[in-house]
């Protein structure tokens, strides 16, 4: 049950007001007993008032307390609940006819609560008629001699009172408590009602109906945000879904030319008996063939790797990119002397980044080996390496054939290769695919311009290691 939002609710709320309403009945108890002993202390003390205007004296030898003569009803009647005693140095002088046995102590034990500058002590004990008690008693000096009064007041009605609306009170919280958890289940099940609908609207969507989005505008406001996030994974998802297609269909017909092209070398070695030159022939054409296709298997598994998150930036460490550039450089000085294409670095300054220092040089010896392939004989390639805001920009530019305008949107495609490219230019349509995925990986970029004299100019940025 508390796995579910409903659940949760239902459990925080019920035990929220549980322990609200526990607290604010005990602190209701404690209140209720607080203006009850409040409202006694105010009539002992207006009981001790009029008490004390009855002390008097009329010779001023002999103090005298007449209080039968004014004091009428509860104080009169034996144990009553309602007494008085007045002591004069000590000495009983008057006692409430209420309290039947004049010699019992109504202030036994130590005082609750006193006032030393008014000379007043209050006391809780047990009546003559084994009733609650709330005593105050003051002392004074009169004709010099310390006068004692003492009141004592029942506190039986009042704390009956007190119990029973405490009582009424805890069993009222309950029937509370359960309704207040009924009402929050009830406005849990209609505050959820939108997201159940949520899910089953996303229950309809499958990899046969990538193309479906959640509708935002028919939404609670709670939830646009997330159907817009949502609608934003499934354009990325299908995305992905539609290049991993692409991907398979591209794979599948680059690589049955190759597979075309050495069956045949087979069949046609296989026909008769040939020479061995013949048959060395066959065997460099199909290693050739088999070679390229290495290459693109080679290709299309660093490709999974980066897609599946192979460069992880937990793990990237500084590398220096002028070391990666001349790697790259050194790797490709073969082919370069095979195609009488001049390579040249402009290394300005040192520049370190966090990342795989492997593939990073494999997607500059791509761009370096591309610039080389694309060339012309008695060609130049430059690579050229700057900082600048915080960023590192490496730019490989050549004297080659170019990128048209209209192939410039595709050339990082997976397979893509124009048609100026396949003329006469071997590939496989993954290296610029494979820079690119590099450079996101690291959270650089990579774009290509046209050089204004011919060729082409490919730039990788990346931000430089704190």
Known sequence: ??????????????????????????????????????????????NMQ????????????????????????????????????????????????????????????????????????????????????????????????????????????????????????????????????????????????????????????????????????????????????????MQRLQQA????????????HELKTPLAVIRTECDIALQRTRAAEEYAESLREIRSVSGTMLEQVNGLLTLARLDSGMLDASVFQPVSLNSCVSDAMRLADPLAKKKNVLLSANLHEEASVWGDKDTLTEALLNLVENAVKYNHPGGFVAVELNRRDGEVEIAVSDTGMGIREEDRQRIFDRFYRSATARTGTEGTGLGLSIAKA???????????????????????TMPLAG
């Open 1 to 46: 049950m508390l796995r579910s939002i409903k659940g949760r609710l239902l459990f925080w709320t019920f035990g929220s007001v549980a322990i609200l309403f526990t607290g604010f009945g005990y602190a209701l108890h404690h209140k209720l007993h607080y203006i009850v002993d409040d409202s006694l202390d105010k009539t002992l003390h207006a």
């Open 50 to 233: 009029f008490v004390k205007g009855l002390v008097h004296s009329h010779d001023s030898v002999t103090i005298l307390c007449e209080a039968e003569e004014f004091i009428k009803g509860d104080y009169t009647q034996p144990d009553s609940g309602h007494y008085y005693k007045v002591f004069v140095d000590g000495k009983l002088n008057t006692a409430s006819h209420s309290l039947v046995d004049s010699n019992f102590d109504l202030t036994p034990g130590q005082p609750i609560a006193h006032n030393t500058k008014l000379r007043e002590w209050v006391y809780v004990t047990t009546g003559p008629d084994s009733e609650p008690l709330r005593v105050l008693r003051h002392e004074y000096m009169f004709l010099g001699k310390l006068i004692t009064l003492v009141v004592a007041e029942d506190m039986k009605a009042n704390l009956q009172m007190v119990d029973r609306l405490t009582k009424y009170f805890f069993i009222v919280m309950p029937v509370m408590v359960f309704l207040i958890a009924l009402t929050s289940l009830i406005i849990a099940e209609i505050s959820l009602r939108p997201l159940q609908k949520f899910s089953q609207a996303l229950e309809t969507i499958s990899h046969k109906n990538l193309e479906e989005r959640l509708q935002e505008n028919g939404q609670a406001k709670e939830l646009r945000k997330l159907a817009e996030k949502f609608n934003s994974l």
């Open 241 to 252: 879904f539609e290049a991993e297609k692409n991907l398979l269909g591209d794979a599948a």
């Open 438 to 460: 590099v450079m996101q990986a690291h959270g650089g970029g990579i774009r290509a311009e046209a050089q204004p004299g011919g060729g082409s100019r490919f730039v990788l």
